[in-house]
């Protein structure tokens, strides 16, 4: 059982930056694939970004290509969303998740274990 805990959520003026992190208890992140996704209220879960075992390959949504980067440290305990130039509709709760199998990054929750969420406002 992996057991993934976000942090540094938060409340940002638009144009304003957070980063967040996703660590596993007990555990690295290097044999997982990690993806992070948000959900706003009433609507679905979406793909946000995501990055590869390795760390060398990353993936992103339309929406925040160019404005989001995630990376995962060296000894892979930690994977960070760096958001920059947040909008308002960027508000939302956001997710990390890791998955064991597979080498392509999934965009879609097919995904192993979640963490709790952590909750990004962006006021205009």
């Known amino acids: 059982q992996v057991q993934l805990v976000e942090s540094g959520g938060g409340l940002v003026q638009a144009g304003g930056s957070l980063r967040l992190s996703c660590t596993a208890s007990?555990?690295?992140?290097?044999?997982?694939?990690v993806g992070w996704f948000r959900q706003a209220p009433g609507k679905e879960r979406e793909f946000v970004a995501g990055?590869?075992?390795?760390?060398?390959?990353?993936v992103y949504a339309n929406s925040v290509e160019g404005r989001f980067t995630t990376s995962k440290d060296n000894a892979a305990t930690t994977v960070v969303l760096q958001m920059n130039s947040l909008k308002p509709e960027d508000t939302a709760v956001y997710y990390c998740?890791?998955?064991?199998?597979?080498?392509?990054?999934?965009?879609?929750?097919?995904?192993?274990?979640w963490g709790q969420g952590t909750q990004v406002t962006v006021s205009s």
């Open positions: 998740s890791a998955r064991f199998l597979g080498m392509v990054i999934p965009t879609t929750p097919q995904y192993d274990y």
């Open positions: 007990g555990r690295t992140l290097s044999s997982y694939i």
């Open positions: 990055v590869d075992r390795s760390g060398r390959s990353t």
